[in-house]
């Protein structure tokens, strides 16, 4: 069935330096792809999305790439904060529809000043 | 607009009694999700409801856990005779439709004594 495996943390970073969490997914035709995350005692909100090959979801500084030759959605971004500090969960959707999220585990990532 | 609502927040109870929770879609979507969110395990998909069609149950663990949607909106997820294994986060999640992102509501921590 479909998975998705991203990197585990937990990620410590000081504030500003360059954030990548990786994320490769196994999956039959061409699922969407999704990053969200979950800030301290809040729930899970998209963080951003990309639904074809080589498409690039972007939101907040964030951003990720679908790419298809390496089943891969890797999230980068070039200066964190420490409000960036929560928990990062990547999914994907099958392209049948309106079908459940397959998640990774998360990712617990800490920004420090 | 008002976005997913889960109640209660918090539940905490004895094994072996039955649980409801309750989850309040965001109006007018017509997928809600149910998935559960264990230290470890991170998100596991429970149960899916699309419309007036017939749910995909496909997810729940056993046969303790039932769900339904009354009027197409409004949703109750019941766990009977609970065990500590069920000790989680359920997050409940609605879209507007195929290809349209989920939104979660903020979870109810169940705890099983």
């Known amino acids: 069935g479909d998975s998705v495996t991203q990197m585990e943390g937990p990620v410590t970073l000081s504030e500003e330096a360059f954030l990548t969490i990786n994320c490769t997914y196994t999956?039959?035709?061409?699922?969407?792809l999704f990053w969200y995350v979950q800030y301290p005692g809040e729930g899970l909100q998209l963080l951003l999305k990309?639904?074809?090959?080589?498409d690039k979801g972007s939101n907040k500084g964030f951003e990720a790439t679908y790419r298809k030759e390496t089943t891969s959605f890797h999230l980068e971004k070039g200066s964190v904060q420490v409000s960036d500090s929560a928990v990062y969960f990547c999914?994907?959707?099958?392209?049948?529809?309106?079908?459940?999220?397959?998640f990774g585990k998360g990712t617990r990532l800490s920004v420090i000043a | 607009g008002a976005g997913v609502s889960q109640s209660p927040s918090n539940k905490v109870t004895e094994k072996g009694k039955d649980v409801e929770l309750r989850c309040d879609p965001i109006?007018?979507?017509?997928?809600l999700y149910w998935y559960r969110q264990s230290l470890g395990q991170g998100l596991e998909f429970l149960i899916y409801?699309?419309?007036?069609?017939?749910?995909?149950k496909s997810g729940l663990p056993s046969d303790r856990f039932s769900a339904e949607r009354t009027g197409g909106s409004v949703s109750t997820l019941t766990i009977q005779r609970t065990q500590q294994e069920d000790s989680a986060v359920y997050l409940c999640?609605?879209?507007?439709?195929?290809?349209?992102?989920?939104?979660f509501g903020d979870g109810t921590r169940l705890s099983i004594l």
């Open positions: 999640a609605s879209s507007a439709g195929v290809n349209q992102p989920q939104h």
């Open positions: 999956a039959t035709g061409y699922p969407s």
């Open positions: 990309a639904t074809k090959a080589d």
């Open positions: 999914a994907l959707r099958s392209n049948s529809g309106n079908t459940p999220l397959v």
């Open positions: 109006s007018g979507h017509t997928a």
């Open positions: 409801f699309q419309g007036n069609s017939a749910p995909d």
